[in-house]
């Protein structure tokens, strides 16, 4: 009996599948996760195992699948994705990371890198560089939205703003005087809901997490001091 041979187009199909590469995608967005599996999925070799709405949700995707990349959205509810990455490399060495987000500043770009993330790209420019980016990563090679690599490479990591813009400098200050998320946004006119945001922003960026080493950081940097003109609060 001859043994069954398999057609050539199930063997070019079946080496597709032995080489694609399984990524899981996060992001809190229905829609988005719908036009990024759109995407991929019109890729040969890549394959979409996964989906997930917040980092813990992430983490159990990549327990159950063990894909080859990971893309991780920034902003998403519950903790926080920068501060996620790290713990996630070590806990799944096998899985690398491709960030993708709306954060276009370089301080972002340069902590997601240095936390262990192998690519980062802007979701504006998503239809162009996430396949690349996730085959460069899938082979263990680093990819970097060009034009947010060129400002990196203009602006320097150090100095007072360390990336911050002047509105996240105006908070770093307030809250380095000791005033309340209530107190910063009576004094520049936002909501405190904006605060809390560009509080959460401002720790991303310096990797600072408490009060007091905020106020140390305000200090070192010059952000506060006798010549800036605010005084500290009251009571």
Do not use: W
């Amino acid at each position: 009996m001859t043994p069954y041979q398999p057609s050539v187009s199930e063997a070019q199909a079946d080496a597709r599948s032995r080489q694609s590469i399984s990524v899981v995608l996060a992001d809190d967005h229905q829609v988005v996760r719908t036009g990024l599996r759109l995407l991929l999925e019109g890729e040969p070799d890549l394959e979409v195992v996964a989906e997930a709405g917040d980092v813990e949700a992430a983490r159990r995707c990549v327990r159950g699948h063990h894909p080859a990349v990971l893309v991780l959205d920034l902003n998403m509810p519950g903790s926080s994705s920068l501060e996620a990455i790290p713990a996630l490399r070590g806990e799944f060495p096998e899985t690398q990371i491709v960030v993708l987000t709306m954060q276009e500043e370089p301080a972002f770009a340069r902590q997601a890198l240095a936390a262990g993330a192998l690519g980062y790209v802007l979701k504006g420019a998503a239809d162009d560089e996430l396949v690349e980016a996730l085959r460069r990563a899938a082979a263990g090679e680093r990819y970097l939205n060009p034009r947010l690599g060129a400002l990196m490479a203009s602006e320097p990591a150090t100095g007072p703003s360390a990336g911050l813009s002047p509105r996240e400098l105006d908070v770093l200050r307030l809250i380095a005087l000791g005033h309340t998320n209530s107190d910063i946004a009576d004094q520049l006119c936002i909501s405190v809901r904006t605060v809390e945001t560009h509080r959460a922003h401002i720790q991303q960026k310096l990797g600072l997490f408490s009060r007091a080493e905020l106020v140390g950081y305000a200090l070192e940097r010059g952000v506060i001091g006798p010549d800036k003109g605010l005084q500290p609060a009251q009571g």
